[in-house]
């Protein structure tokens, strides 16, 4: 006999949960903020709204299916299984913390606090999980598959990230690599036409090796470009198109590169097909890689050591 659907809800603690659990009553979180010019109202209020998305989500559930709770600081721990449908209730990047330990499920996103989150990824409403659950489970369901990023070391070592990866110093400091993008239909930018001059987004040498001095390396899908690498390209002048969300593409940027007798900045910023890779090997003792600004599971990779980056063979299937 199958097993009854099993529903996980992927939420996180409040920030008025952390405040009371730091400053121990409500009271002391109350002066705590009052002494800065904030209201603790304004945040007990942000944590009430958070409380009810749970209970009403929770009670959409079907009473023949079971379900599970997981809070964000558990997810390394916990082990969904192939017939989970995940809830995840709060913001848009609770859906990227929990979608690299996904294999497929179908995930639903509610927005707790409807107003201050872009509503990218949580889009509906708690009032909305009994129909989304129903037809989450139904093959005519209607997802999006949103593309993820991979980082592969030569050690074995592998990350999944549904927005960007990061590779560079812990602490961001100056990170040294070599730099080569390998494979097919991998375009890399110059340093005028990632600066928003030259003439194009074209590199005509792909695959030669630069070494690099700079603050890191950032690899993003078109639902990071929504995020952390939207404003790199920003501030970049935007000569390289973003990717869709839902595209077989990644973009990437090199933070603050510097030239100097042996590093240079010729390649520093391109795009990468589902056929091609951005290869960086160490040149510092240390070196790390996150994804989705979770720097605490990140990679670790030290002198001569190497890491691929690419588009992930997975994806996110997002309810819509």
């Known amino acids: 006999m199958s097993l009854a659907p099993r529903v996980v809800i992927v939420h996180r603690t409040t920030e008025y949960e952390e405040l009371v659990a730091h400053h121990g009553t409500h009271g002391q979180a109350a002066f705590f903020l009052s002494s800065r010019g904030r209201d603790i109202e304004e945040v007990a209020e942000r944590h009430r709204r958070t409380r009810r998305a749970l ?63 872009p509503g990218v990824l949580v889009r509906h409403r708690p009032a909305d999980a009994k129909r989304l659950l129903a037809a989450a489970l139904s093959p005519a369901a209607s997802v999006d598959e949103l593309t993820m990023v991979e980082a592969v070391a030569d050690d074995t070592q592998r990350l999944l990230a549904l927005n960007e990866i990061y590779v560079g110093a812990a602490g961001h400091q100056t990170a040294r690599y070599r730099l080569r993008v390998e494979g097919v239909g991998g375009v890399e930018g110059r340093a005028g036409d990632a600066a928003g001059g030259g003439g194009g987004t074209g590199g005509d040498d792909p695959g030669v090796v630069e070494a690099q001095a700079s603050s890191g390396v950032l690899v993003g899908t078109g639902t990071g470009a929504t995020g952390w690498i939207r404003s790199v390209w920003e501030g970049r002048g935007g000569p390289l198109p973003l990717p869709r969300p839902t595209e077989d593409g990644l973009v990437w940027f090199v933070r603050e590169a510097w030239p100097s007798p042996v590093t240079g900045t010729s390649r520093v910023a391109g795009l990468l097909s589902a056929t091609s890779r951005l290869s960086l090997t160490v040149e510092s003792e240390r070196l790390i890689a996150f994804g989705d600004g979770m720097e605490g599971d990140a990679l670790e990779l030290t002198w001569g050591q190497s890491v691929r980056v690419g588009i992930c063979g997975g994806r996110l299937r997002l309810v819509v």
Do not use: C, H, M
């Open 55 to 117: 209970t009403d989500v929770a009670a959409a559930i079907p009473l023949t299916w079971r379900q599970s709770r997981v809070e964000r600081g558990d997810l390394d721990r916990f082990l969904f299984a192939p017939e989970d449908v995940v809830v995840v209730v709060g913001q848009d990047g609770l859906v990227a913390n929990v979608a690299k330990y996904l294999a497929g499920q179908p995930v639903v996103g509610i927005d707790a606090d409807p107003g201050r989150n």
